[in-house]
């Protein structure tokens, strides 16, 4: 039997003009993906200090991380190193418990560092291209697909 083919072809754009000129506008400039992306994250956040975060919630919050990270690793928000490192730790500690407890509870520092977590993820939005947020998306699924990214699943 003979061996696959690693190859695959990369995809063709319909618009590459289109595509450079979207790539080169600010996030601020798609206003309605952006708010509808800091509704996802609030909501998820306020239903976390609610305490009525399901798993799907968490997700939103993990992927927000994910995409700060990523940002923060491009450059946007380097003097925020702490923040960010923070943010990792207290959500793993939040996923962690809750394998325990059954539900995501966070603390009272807890709370403090994911809302600075937020306001960082906001503010990296606000200075943005289209272009280094889809950069930051990849940079974020190459981290997950190599195995690099922490494991939150429960053990079995």
């Known amino acids: 039997m003979r061996k696959r083919s690693k190859y695959r072809p990369k995809g063709v754009l319909v618009n590459p003009m289109g595509y450079i000129k979207d790539g080169l506008a600010p996030m601020t400039s798609h206003a309605d993906e952006l708010v509808t992306l800091r509704l996802k994250n609030h909501a998820a956040m306020l239903a976390l200090l609610q305490g009525t975060a399901g798993t799907s919630q968490m997700s939103m919050l993990i992927a927000m991380y994910n995409i700060t990270e990523a940002l923060h690793k491009m450059g946007f928000g380097k003097e925020y190193a702490d923040e960010v490192t923070a943010g990792r730790q207290t959500l793993m500690d939040i996923v962690h418990r809750s394998h325990k407890v059954g539900k995501y509870v966070p603390t009272g520092p807890e709370i403090a560092v994911l809302n600075q977590l937020l306001e960082l ?31 939150l699943r429960k053990p079995q």
């Open 121 to 151: 993820h906001d503010a990296q939005m606000e200075v943005i291209t289209v272009r280094e947020m889809d950069i930051a998306i990849k940079l974020a699924q190459k981290e997950i697909t190599s195995g690099r990214a922490t494991n």
